[in-house]
Nanobody, 126 residues
Framework: QVQLVESGGGLVQAGGSLRLTCAAS??????????MGWYRQAPGKQRELVAS???????NYGDSVKGRFIISRDNAKKTVSLQMNSLKPEDTGVYYC??????????????????WGQGTQVTVSS
């Protein structure tokens, strides 16, 4: 079935940069990817939207990351990336990839579902 796999997390000092990548894959079904995005959750805080991007390239950013982060996607590879610059300690958290995916199978036809990656840790030290 559909899986989202994230990579690129790690430890970085304040002011540094990291690039996260999420790849969508599936077995036994044809699928297309609509909106993809990144969410994050810090200890003791609720999960929040970081950035999202539609299949047509329209982007949306959370207020706290505007001007510092850039989201992009490669429709051919079915991947989405998040370039994070000027990182702050407040950016620390687990980052989750999210995607709206439409699957098509012979038995079930088309189905639209949200999928989540396992999360990748981003830690910014000061």
């Amino acid at each position: 079935q559909v899986q989202l796999v994230e990579s690129g997390g790690g430890l970085v000092q304040a002011g540094g940069s990291l690039r996260l990548t999420c790849a969508a894959s599936a077995s036994g079904t044809f699928f297309s990817v609509n909106t993809m995005g990144w969410y994050r959750q810090a200890p003791g805080k609720q999960r929040e939207l970081v950035a999202s991007i539609t299949s047509g390239g329209n982007t949306n950013y959370g207020d706290s990351v505007k001007g510092r982060f850039i989201i992009s996607r490669d429709n051919a590879k079915k991947t989405v990336s998040l370039q994070m610059n000027s990182l702050k300690p407040e950016d620390t958290g687990v980052y989750y990839c999210n995607a709206e995916i439409v699957t098509t199978t012979f038995w079930e036809g088309q189905k639209r579902s949200d999928y989540w990656g396992q999360g990748t840790q981003v830690t910014v030290s000061s």
